[in-house]
Every structure is written in C-alpha cells, then in structure tokens.
C-alpha cells in the first residue's frame, strides 16, 4: 500500500496511533486523532526521536517502555498520568505491538493511544489490585465509609500449596516470588473466565468466591468445581513445565464449599477489605486442608447445587476443626465430556 493510502487509514482511526522504529525509536507515522490528543503537529513530530516528541511530560516513563520494546517488540497495555508543562492532568491508556518489516525493513512499534477520564484511570488501576466487581462496587458508590453487608449464596474455592515450606527453605527471596508467581499468576485467569473474584491470597494459597457479582446467575457451584478443575490443570502445566527446566514444583490442594454468607467491608477507615465472612468461608479453609496435592475436595452442599456432569470420586464424612458435626465430602474427578483437569 503506498504511504497515502496508509495515512488515510491511520486518520481513519478513533483513536490515536504513532508508529515508531524499534530500533532508531523514530516516529514514523502519528495520525489525526493523534495530533488531537497530543496537542502535538504532526509535521513536528514524523522524522524525530520519541524522547524529543515527548519528553516534556512528568509521568511517561520513556526509559521502561523502551526497556520493554526492545525486550519484546512491544508493551503491555497500560493507563498512565501525564502532567504537561503548566501543570495540567491528563489521563492516557497505551498499549504497543510490533510490527514487522517496517521501513527499510526496521521492525516497527504501532503504540495506540486513548485518551480516557480520572474515572477511567482509577478503575483501570485498582483493578489491578482488588476484583473488577469490588472496583465497580467502591466507584459506583455515593458516599464514602463501610460498605453494609449483604447476604447471599455463594461458593468458596480455596487452594494452597503443599510442600512450601520446605521449598522455600533452599530458595532465595527473589526465588521464591519467581515461583509463586509461576503457580499463582495463572490462576486468576481462570478464577475470572469462571465468573469468580480472587478475594485474597494468603501466603502461599489464595481464596475465591464466585456469586458475589451483582449479575450471579445462580450458578456460583457449578462455576466453582469448573475453576477448581481448570486451577488444577494449570497447576500440572506450571509443574511439568518448570520440572523439564530444573525448577521446584509443587503441587496445591483446593477445598469447595457452597452456603450463605456475609458480603460486606471489615476494618476501619484507615484500612477497609472487602470479603466474604461466614461459616461457609470456614468450611472451604478446612476442607482444603485435608485434601491432598492436586485433589479436589468438595462438601455434598456444593456438590447438590452444581449442575450435573461431574465425576466423583468416593464420598466420605471428615471432621473438621471448630465443627462438632462431621462434614460429608468428596473428591472432584472431572466433568463428563472432559479429562481429569476439566
């Protein structure tokens, strides 16, 4: 396509968009939109460096971005907040992919940039830290303080590493990040494509709920035993990943329990944490502790409101601690049509 055909295209766009050199880190295509976001002409800024273009904004760290590029070819999307000389806020999402064989067959950068509201800004960062339903809850609130509890039905996912604490012991702290991070990191995506929210990591386990969304279709069990088979799977993956590498592996044992519960903050107004309390909480944790690595434990209430299609294991009563009755449970197999991870 000749240049004015691509320009055409470019200024098509809602959006702004600057191609950059990989390697000479010169522009080499800014767009319409661009300009309007920028303040920038884009005859002023087609031909030169990027850190001449934009340095003059507090905020835009040049130096990780290009440390990234140069890593990867590209950056993962972000949204940042730039001060202008004069004092001026403004909020940008940026996101950048490669491109290759750019001009003169230098690999290009295509950086797309949104301009996006204070509003935006602080949800897309907070939900990098607590779950998109907690954010939508704390922004869409009116005033501030507690939030008042609310009662519903949910169940709870929890997973913790067997064999930790003796891994940890030959590790060094940077070490030991690396390999919680291993296990750990894939495990969000799998809570959140199953309609779940990570409530907290604890150590070297962590907690889910699911049901606790506004929109919950009342399949929160069914969506739990789904997430625990898939948690489990990737947990294989991670291991045998890391075992043909030389690295620790370790192996995690996930309690489900299904019940009423209390949504709603605990804390003070120095420091609040939205959670779910309750005996079914309670529960989850103790089941969890009996299982072994990579079993699955499920209370029969879970069990009942799932829908059916999944493979059980023998049930079994086990006691558990702070409970006088016994707790009937029993180990999650798979789902029929599917293997043992799901």
């Not at 990098?128 to 809850?137: G, P, T």
């Not at 590790?171 to 390999?179: I, K, N, S, V």
Request: charged share 25%.
């Amino acid at each position: 396509m000749d240049p004015c055909g691509e320009a055409r295209i470019l200024d098509s766009l809602g959006w702004g968009v600057l191609v950059v050199g990989r390697w000479s880190r010169v522009i080499l295509a800014f767009n319409r939109r661009m300009e309007e976001i920028s303040g920038i002409p884009r005859a002023e800024a087609v031909g030169r460096p990027v850190a001449e273009v934009f340095g003059h904004l507090r905020g835009l760290d040049l130096e990780s971005l290009d440390a990234e590029i140069q890593a990867t070819g590209g950056f993962e999307a972000r949204s940042v907040r730039l001060e202008r000389p004069g004092g001026e806020v403004v909020y940008r999402h940026l996101r950048g992919d490669v491109l290759d064989g750019g001009q003169a067959g230098e690999p290009a950068v295509v950086v797309s940039v949104q301009d996006v509201t204070e509003r935006e800004f602080l949800r897309w960062s907070l939900t990098r830290y607590l779950s998109r339903e907690v954010v939508d809850l704390v922004l869409g609130r009116a005033r501030e303080g507690p939030i008042e509890g609310r009662e519903l039905d949910a169940a709870v996912l929890v997973a913790d590493m067997r064999g930790f604490t003796g891994t940890a012991e030959g590790l060094t702290p940077a070490e030991l990040f690396e390999t919680l991070n291993a296990y750990l990191g894939p495990m969000v995506e799998a809570v959140t494509r199953n309609r779940g929210m990570i409530d907290k990591f604890v150590g070297d386990g962590f907690m889910a709920v699911f049901g606790l969304g506004a929109a919950a279709e009342g399949d929160e069990a069914t969506q739990a035993l789904r997430a625990a088979l898939e948690l489990r799977g990737r947990v294989d993956e991670v291991s045998r990943h890391r075992g043909d590498r030389g690295l620790p592996t370790l192996g995690l044992g996930f309690g489900v329990h299904w019940g009423p519960a209390l949504a709603g903050t605990v804390g003070s107004d120095l420091r609040m944490e939205y959670t779910l309390v309750g005996d079914t909480v309670n529960v989850a944790h103790r089941i969890q502790a009996l299982a072994e690595p990579g079993e699955i434990l499920v209370t029969r209430a879970a069990a009942r409101a799932a829908a059916p299609g999944f493979r059980w294991g023998e049930t079994r009563w086990v006691r558990v601690r702070g409970r006088k009755a016994p707790v009937k449970v029993a180990a999650l197999l798979g789902e029929e049509g599917g293997g043992a991870g799901g």
